[in-house]
């Protein structure tokens, strides 16, 4: 059964550091597009960073360029998404996603979610 599990979540001060791992099951995550999401309280889901499976090109939010990196080890079959500097407005809570397409920002091109991982940035 394909499943895909994010970790990492957490409360953390601004200026912190969090890495998220999306792990998978049942599928190699180095043959799909890998997609973060998030979504904050009472707002719609949001691109976060996506990861081809092409040739590993990297996407950013506009807002999280510099201080996120998203990776992929495929010995572990997990993707990554380190993010650096964080700010309360980057409370949400994150998913990661995976489509048989490019990285694209249509939440319905991709085929399968994890469950989100809270991210909470307050001191």
């Known amino acids: 059964q394909a499943q895909l599990v994010e970790s990492g979540g957490g409360l953390v001060q601004p200026g912190g550091s969090l890495r998220l791992s999306c792990a998978a099951s049942?599928?190699?995550?180095?043959?799909?597009?890998i997609g973060w999401f998030r979504q904050a309280p009472g707002k719609g889901r949001e691109g976060v960073s996506c990861i081809s499976h092409s040739d590993s090109s990297t996407y950013y939010k506009e807002s999280v360029k510099g201080r996120f990196t998203i990776s992929r080890d495929s010995a572990k079959n997990t993707v990554y998404l380190q993010m650096n500097i964080l700010q309360p407005e980057d409370t949400a809570v994150y998913y990661c996603?995976?489509?048989?397409?490019?990285?694209?920002?249509?939440?319905?091109?991709?085929?399968?979610w994890g469950q989100g991982t809270q991210v909470t940035v307050s001191s």
């Open positions: 049942g599928f190699f995550l180095d043959n799909y597009a």
């Open positions: 996603a995976a489509t048989s397409e490019l990285c694209v920002p249509s939440i319905s091109s991709y085929e399968y």
